[in-house]
């Protein structure tokens, strides 16, 4: 038979965490809109990273609707389950098994330089888990476990894909090549929406002020209210500066939703106050997420379906994260089952 060349496509693994009852416009802008944007181009697999939430005390019965919500609000933004594997991650029992093997191969050092960690240690004092400090070796896992080429994440996370980078050279010099050395894929526009209010930190689904984020699933008068209040300065030009980082994160939020580039931004409000390119902002924001919305509220009547898509996409994404376990275990001397 002719050989017939079939260029494979490359592997794109992604997650995200369903802590906090729904997703930011910094999750939306900087990923899940981007993961289905992908799908046609790549072998995409898309998980919700319910394990990663509770290294932060979870009410267990919020976490199981937030869960539900976010696997909603993946398939809302576009992902498609017949095209992507789409699953739950705790549906996997795999990336747990493999994560306790890296971790024998991650240093402490490396882990205590980690960003997140320093952060999150230091906003959730009274629980500095285990699970919290080793986090990033979870997520080497998720994404190794698939020999995943790309990841695409906002800013915030390139620092654990390249950790799991680390642990992916340590394994393959040690045991020869094992895993597929996974690149961080971020965003040209949007890797990094910040706060409203505070424009110099990230937008976050745990900042304590309602003004600071917009919501996924905000009513379109709250998202035009937090933009009339988002924080700018006083030089009153819509143009991007050094030293305007509100305008500069409008602008960006204002180029995503519309599809215009920054400087035809720009040239749109040229001579314009800031009160007008705020209300343009809320409206046009409130525009590309209603349809994202609705659809939401409808998934999530229908818990039979979202049921259906995590037990159909945890089957395929167990298949694939059998071999390269097996393939680990074999390596490192774990006697098989047989
Ligand atoms: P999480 O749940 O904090 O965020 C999910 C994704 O949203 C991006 N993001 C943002 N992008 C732009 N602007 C913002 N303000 C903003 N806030 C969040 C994040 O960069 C991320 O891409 N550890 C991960 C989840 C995870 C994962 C994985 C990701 C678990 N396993 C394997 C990739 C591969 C996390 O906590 O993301």
Redesign the pocket.
């Known amino acids: 038979m002719a050989d017939i060349a079939v260029e494979k496509k490359k592997i794109v ?7 906090g009852n729904q ?10 809109r981007n993961w289905a944007n992908m799908q046609d181009e790549f072998d995409c697999i898309y ?1 919700i ?1 319910n ?3 509770i290294t932060v005390r979870q009410e267990p019965a919020k976490l199981r609707e937030n869960t539900y919500r976010a696997l909603a609000s993946l398939l809302a933004a576009g992902i498609d389950p017949q095209k992507s594997i789409v699953f739950i ?1 705790s549906h996997v029992p795999a990336h747990a098994e493999l994560a306790w093997i890296l971790n024998c191969y991650t240093m402490f050092g490396e882990l205590s330089r980690m960003t ?1 960690f320093k952060d999150k240690s230091s906003k959730n004092a009274d629980n500095i888990n285990a699970g919290l400090f080793t ?2 070796v ?3 896992a ?2 190794l476990i698939y020999q ?1 080429d790309l ?8 620092q ?2 390249e950790i ?1 980078r680390d642990i992916a050279n340590r394994f393959n010099g040690l045991y020869s090549n094992t895993f597929k050395l996974p690149e961080p894929y971020i ?1 040209a526009i ?6 409203l209010a505070e424009p110099e930190k ?4 745990s900042d304590p002020n309602v003004n600071a ?1 917009i919501l996924v699933m905000d009513k379109k008068e709250d998202i035009l209210r937090k933009f009339k209040r988002a924080v700018t300065d006083s030089q009153g030009e819509v143009r991007r500066g050094p030293d305007k980082p509100g305008i500069n994160n409008l602008i960006t939020i204002y180029s995503v939703a519309t599809g215009l580039t920054p400087e035809q931004v720009e040239a749109q409000f040229a001579g314009k106050g800031y009160g007008d390119f705020k209300a343009a902002c809320g409206e046009a924001v409130a525009e590309m997420l209603r349809p994202f919305r609705e659809q939401v509220e409808d998934l999530m009547k229908n818990k039979d379906y979202l049921d259906q898509v995590a037990r159909e996409g945890a089957e395929k994404a167990a298949r694939l994260a059998a071999r390269t376990l097996s393939k680990v275990q074999k390596k490192v001397g774990f006697v098989p089952k047989l």
């Open positions: 693994l992604s997650g995200i965490q369903p802590s997703f930011t416009l910094g999750n939306y802008i900087g990923a899940i998980m990273a394990e990663h939430s991650q997140q986090y990033p979870l997520m080497a998720d994404i995943a990841v695409p994440v906002g800013a915030d996370q390139k654990h894909v799991a965003p949007g890797a990094k929406i910040m706060s990230k937008m976050s689904k984020s």
